[in-house]
């Protein structure tokens, strides 16, 4: 069992930064892979981003690549999310979230992942 809770959220403007971090309890969290999913009011949840179980891999949604990196501290049993030249269109509920499998690599569907948390607010105004 893994139990999820983001924080870091919040109003930024245009171009600006915010860091998300996810705080996981449970003793699996270092052989799962980790995942980023964001909702737009109106709008079905989509992929941002995910790290493999050891860190060493990570897949980015086109629309964040080379504005967001996600990063993961087994140690401390966390994974976080720079967001970089936020845009408007960032603006929605980011949710953390744990893979199904162990030592898994890293996925995009949210089908695949069996634990979430409650999601941190982000806002970019224009």
């Known amino acids: 069992q893994v139990q999820l809770v983001e924080s870091g959220g919040g109003l930024v403007q245009t171009g600006g930064s915010l860091r998300l971090s996810c705080a996981a309890s449970?003793?699996?969290?270092?052989?799962?892979?980790m995942g980023w999913f964001r909702q737009a009011p109106g709008k079905e949840r989509e992929f941002v981003a995910a790290?493999?179980?050891?860190?060493?891999?990570?897949y980015y949604a086109a629309s964040v690549k080379g504005r967001f990196t996600i990063s993961r501290d087994n140690a401390k049993n966390t994974v976080d999310l720079q967001m970089n030249s936020l845009k408007p269109e960032d603006t929605a509920l980011y949710y953390c979230?744990?893979?199904?499998?162990?030592?898994?690599?890293?996925?995009?569907?949210?089908?695949?992942?069996?634990?979430w948390g409650q999601g941190t607010q982000v806002t970019v105004s224009s």
């Open positions: 449970g003793r699996t969290f270092s052989s799962r892979a």
């Open positions: 979230a744990a893979a199904a499998a162990y030592y898994g690599r890293t996925y995009s569907r949210d089908y695949e992942y069996a634990y």
């Open positions: 790290i493999n179980w050891s860190g060493d891999d990570t």
